[in-house]
């Protein structure tokens, strides 16, 4: 069973940045597929970013290709998410997920969310 834990959420200006964590404790940190989603207010849940851990492959979803960066930490057992250049329509809660076979859309681990506001 993998636990996840996020943070570092909160209410920010465009343009600012903000830095999420996502500590996962039972299992082996460094066998697990790991990766970032959001869901705004009456839109789906998307995939923001990813990161498998066979090849250490990343994918990012368009609208925050060169803005976000996903890293892992192994010493720590945490998986971040760098924003840059907020935007107002990254407003979202955000959720880290992980797995240690399945990838992108089909992990089964979910972390609670933490809320993530852009004012304009």
């Known amino acids: 069973q993998v636990q996840l834990v996020e943070s570092g959420g909160g209410l920010v200006q465009a343009g600012d940045s903000l830095r999420l964590s996502c500590a996962a404790s039972?299992?082996?940190?460094?066998?697990?597929?790991l990766g970032w989603f959001r869901q705004a207010p009456g839109k789906e849940r998307e995939l923001v970013s990813s990161?498998?851990?066979?090849?250490?492959?990343?994918y990012y979803m368009a609208s925050v290709k060169g803005r976000f960066t996903i890293s892992r930490e192994h010493s720590q057992s945490t998986v971040s998410l760098q924003m840059n250049g907020l935007k107002p329509e990254d407003t979202a809660v955000y959720y880290c997920?992980?797995?240690?076979?399945?990838?992108?859309?089909?992990?089964?681990?979910w972390g609670q969310g933490t809320q993530v506001t852009v004012s304009s």
């Open positions: 997920a992980a797995d240690p076979t399945r990838t992108d859309g089909s992990y089964r681990y």
């Open positions: 039972g299992h082996t940190f460094s066998r697990l597929h």
């Open positions: 990161m498998r851990w066979t090849d250490g492959s990343t």
